[in-house]
């Protein structure tokens, strides 16, 4: 069991910066591979970024890549989503994510937090 709190969303202009944070708590090891979904109002939750737990490769969609960043803290259990130029369609609720797999992965995930809101103004 992974237990999963998402922290420091907010309001960020648009070509700004923001960070969000994911502490997670539980029996996280090297085969869990985190993630970052977002879901805006009226759209399907889309995924954002996903990172390896033990050897931290990543992989992101071209909607964000370039732009966002996404990394680990072993140490602490954290993950994070650093947004870069964040533009006023990244504007959503961000979700972090985690299961068990070998592999990277854009789907499927076993466990979620319950969210945080990022508001970015034009």
């Known amino acids: 069991q992974v237990q999963l709190v998402e922290s420091g969303g907010g309001l960020v202009q648009a070509g700004g910066s923001l960070r969000v944070s994911c502490a997670a708590a539980?029996?996280?090891?090297?085969?869990?591979?985190m993630a970052w979904f977002r879901q805006a109002p009226g759209k399907e939750r889309e995924f954002v970024a996903t990172?390896?737990?033990?050897?931290?490769?990543?992989y992101y969609p071209d909607s964000v890549k370039g732009r966002f960043t996404i990394s680990r803290d072993i140490a602490t259990n954290t993950v994070y989503l650093q947004m870069t130029s964040p533009k006023p369609e990244d504007t959503a609720v961000y979700y972090c994510?985690?299961?068990?797999?070998?592999?990277?992965?854009?789907?499927?995930?076993?466990?979620w937090g319950q969210g945080i809101q990022v508001t970015v103004s034009s």
């Open positions: 994510a985690a299961k068990v797999s070998p592999r990277l992965s854009t789907w499927n995930y076993s466990y």
């Open positions: 539980g029996s996280t090891c090297n085969n869990y591979v």
């Open positions: 990172i390896k737990w033990g050897a931290g490769d990543t």
